[in-house]
């Protein structure tokens, strides 16, 4: 049974090597490696993994996390990992839960996720923990599965799920969850603790995080639930339709129909909607019919 940790980091020579550290103590007898995805640092990061027994891939530049993950992938295939492990290098995840996650996987899971809303969380600023949950409840709602940590950076996985493709360009962590329930694999989580970490760098302007949420759940829907996205579109555009059309009905009979000539444009902007409804809802189909 090979075990392969993996951390992404990108500028994380103060936590590091505490990090590895942890998971070296957490893993004692097992047998494994550390691997570290610096993504593009520019700190003393990379050495100091290098310095402690973990290999490394260094990124010419910062690609995101997204991209990170994808590296982070290919490299635990490369090395025929039986089980997976992705934490953060930010000390965040305490790494004496490595062996439950492990147990779990042994029970015949595929996906286990760490979840910090299911165990305690040291400190979380109040939007970014309502970002957390609202981000819970929409992948729970696609993904048909109760997911109480969706955004967890902490998780362990089998191939199967490592070989899933992820084409976010922002991040890997609700698509991951979803691809997996979609590919009928088992997923459960493990409550975790959460320390309390250095201020995230999403969340230095708390009106740019919470536009984030929102444009990252649309697009969540967009990609995995077309048909709802669009659908949803093109129904409030025919309720628009519908109520401009009751207006001149209204108008028509308070005034007859030889005065229909002054609200031609009330008339215009009725077929707009109702056409521009029409043409999203049959795009919503259409995409539906090519995602599945």
């Known amino acids: 049974m090979r075990i392969v940790v ?107 996720l760490g979840s910090r809303f299911a165990g305690r969380i040291e400190s979380m600023p109040l939007l970014k923990r309502l970002g957390n949950k609202a981000f819970s409840r929409v992948i729970s709602h696609i993904a048909g599965i109760r997911v109480t940590d969706a955004q967890t950076g902490f998780r362990a996985f089998t191939p199967a799920v490592a070989r899933l493709p ?24 493990v409550p975790i603790s959460a320390r309390k970490t250095r201020q995230s760098r999403l969340m230095r302007n708390p ?36 109520l401009f059309a009751v207006y001149t009905l209204i108008f028509t009979i308070h005034f007859g129909i030889s005065a229909l000539d002054k609200i031609i444009p009330t008339l215009l902007v009725t077929v707009f909607f109702l056409l521009s409804g029409l043409q999203i809802i049959l795009f919503g189909f259409l995409a539906d019919k090519q995602r599945s």
């Open 6 to 112: 993996t951390l992404p980091a990108y500028h994380e020579e103060q936590t590091i090597a505490a990090a590895i550290q942890e998971i070296h103590e957490a893993l004692k007898g097992y047998p494994y490696s550390i691997h570290v995805l610096d993504d593009g640092s520019r700190d003393k990061t990379a050495a100091i993994a290098r310095s402690l027994g973990a290999m490394v891939t260094s990124h010419p530049r910062n690609f995101g996390l997204a991209e990170a993950f994808r590296e982070e992938m290919r490299q635990a295939l490369q090395r025929k990992a039986d089980i997976i492990i992705h934490t953060d290098a930010d000390l965040q995840y305490p790494a004496r839960h490595i062996p439950e996650m492990i147990a779990a996987l042994k029970k015949g899971n595929d996906l286990v």
């Open 166 to 189: 992820i084409i976010s360009g922002y991040t890997y962590t609700q698509e991951q969850i979803i691809r997996a329930a979609r590919a009928k694999l088992r997923i459960a989580e």
């Open 207 to 242: 009106f740019s995080y919470a536009y984030r949420v929102w444009i990252t759940i649309m697009r969540i829907y967009r990609d995995f639930e077309p048909l709802k996205f669009f659908g949803g579109i093109g129904l409030f555009l025919f309720l628009v339709s519908f």
